[in-house]
């Protein structure tokens, strides 16, 4: 990952700016600091949520596995399948 820093420039409203100037002098470190947790934070908090289930029946699809029937006796063979298929 790239950590070289880019220069960005922005508008805040009085009160923002007031309140990152608080959040800054309590924690101890830089505006920009401030700044760059709260996009960390605000990334992961929209991140979409993976559902493993749903992985899993695209992952059958993709190797045409037609398990529709029998997936509940023989999903393990089908993971056991998958996996030799991803290290050929």
């Known amino acids: 990952m790239d ?3 880019k220069r960005k420039q ?6 923002d700016e007031r309140l990152l100037k608080v959040l800054a002098s309590d924690k101890g470190c830089s ?6 947790d709260a996009i960390r934070e605000y990334a992961l ?3 979409p949520v993976r559902n493993p289930l749903l ?3 695209e ?5 045409s596995i037609d398990s529709a ?8 063979g089908y993971l056991v399948e998958i996996y030799e298929n991803e290290k050929k």
């Open 45 to 47: 908090r929209e991140k």
């Open 10 to 15: 922005f508008h805040l409203t009085h009160e």
């Open 59 to 63: 992952e059958a699809e993709r190797y």
């Open 31 to 36: 505006e920009a600091e401030i700044v760059r």
């Open 69 to 76: 029937g029998d997936t509940s006796v023989k999903h393990d």
């Open 3 to 5: 950590n070289s820093m």
């Open 55 to 57: 992985e899993m029946a």
